[in-house]
């Protein structure tokens, strides 16, 4: 399952972050109807760090204090060179998008609803050899081709392994529970808000927050245009803007109202349960407690900043029993420890060495959620306030997530600045044992984005030939 992807345009995505991988994808060939000019990707790769090995260009780090003077020196010429202003809004959407990514990944890195669909997608896609170990059994002794997509109810392939069968139907199980959670929608809510228009509010915040901090309100004007014109951006731009007007009916207005909004998302999405409640049965629907909290503070609070919503937080918590943010964070942590601790016990177990190191990165994921969980607790402006956020994002001091970069009709993989999760080689085997899955789940043309038919194509490929897995096998597509 992806993020859905922002729109420069009708059709025209240009950015999306895989939620079972961590991955984030930026379409830079299609975001101009006149072609996207060397000028606009020449700024955005200085400022997002995102060097092309024949580059002759140096990154500009967000460290340096020309950061700001430089990007506004770029966007000044890029104006000028195109009097349309076409390349000017796209680049503003280039170096934004980057932005709103990587606040993806750090929302579900750094809270409990995104490392438990982070957790259950890994549960599944790690045991991909098994799945392939048995589906190649079964192809030699019925000397059939395999249905793809695989059925659910195994119909059609009689003699498959009963333990394929229970991992193919629990893969289908947890991607209708992820589904199904990202969707999910308060009963008594009147904007019928989503856990994924959440999440798209926390990212638009930062993206637009970052572009009226160095280019000014204008520009951050025509970001908000383009994200509105987009067919599905279009939905979470009119959330955010409910979410907006809200707070802004009751008196508050302000740069602190990205902020806010970005910690309530946060501490909605924390697994708040019931005093003395159970964190993996008992958690508070995200989206009615964001509600909850904002209707709270709304009303309680005679002026909106991180500070004074904190305490609010904390006495309607102590109001309603609920556990606090921290206290949930903490039961989580211990939960997390308790996990890392058994897989790390089975993983000698494994028979590859593949699904060997993807169980003992589990570790590596605990430790993302520490630090930015105890950031969120210690120093909340470093994740809620886009200055603060954009500066550390774009520095060493964040998780670090793959990107890959589609560009000049290739795929150029690198890594985000920040503390490294996992090499080059394990993200790509990540991505991997995911989207090998998702193939004989979802079967071959789902995705109709033609950028990820290309993957789509590679993997096949690499099944049918044997080149992949070590494992050649033909199949009957279904569509």
Known sequence: MSMSALEFREGSRHGSTLQSTL????????????????????????????????????????????????????????KKSDPSGEQARTFLMLVSTYLHELRHAHDLLGTWAGQEMLRMSRDCYQNIVALLEGLKEWQIHSQ???????????EGMEGLSPDVKKLIARSRK??????????????????????????????????????RLLFGHKAADEVLKAIANGTESRM???????????????????????????YLIWCALSGVVPVGGDIRRDTVSPTALFEALIEHISRCCTDVNITSCRKA??????????????????????????????????????????????????????????????????????LFSAKHYVFHALSDYLPAVLVKLFYGGQRHLFSSHGIRLFTGEEWKMVSLFAKTLDLFLEGRGVNADVVYESEEDEIFAGLTDGSLWGYQFYFDVRL
């Open 144 to 154: 059939r081709p395999i249905p793809l997509p695989l059925p659910s109810d195994g």
């Open 23 to 78: 991955e984030i994808s930026l379409f830079w060939d299609r975001l101009s109807r006149e072609g996207t000019s060397k000028l606009v990707t020449e700024a955005t790769r200085c400022l997002t760090g995102l060097i092309l090995p024949d580059d002759k260009l140096e990154h500009v780090p967000v460290r340096s204090r020309k950061y700001s003077e430089i990007a506004r020196k770029y966007y000044t010429s890029i």
């Open 313 to 382: 937080v904390l006495d309607f918590s102590k109001q309603w029993r609920l556990e606090t943010p921290e206290t949930a964070i903490r039961k989580y942590q211990a939960l997390f420890a308790q996990r890392v601790a058994k897989v790390d016990e089975l993983a000698w177990k494994a028979k590859y060495r593949g699904a060997v190191d993807l169980v003992r990165s589990f570790p590596r994921l605990k430790m993302s959620y520490d630090h930015l969980t105890d950031l969120a607790l210690e120093s909340p402006y470093v």
């Open 236 to 262: 979470y731009f009119e959330a955010w803007n409910e979410t907006r007007d809200l707070f802004l009916s009751r008196g508050f207005k302000g740069p602190a109202l990205a902020e806010v909004v970005n």
């Open 174 to 211: 947890t991607k209708d529970i992820q589904r199904a959670f990202m969707e999910e929608s308060c009963d008594f809510s009147s904007t019928a808000l989503s856990v994924r228009h959440m999440l798209e509010t926390s990212a638009i915040n930062m993206q637009l927050e970052y572009v």
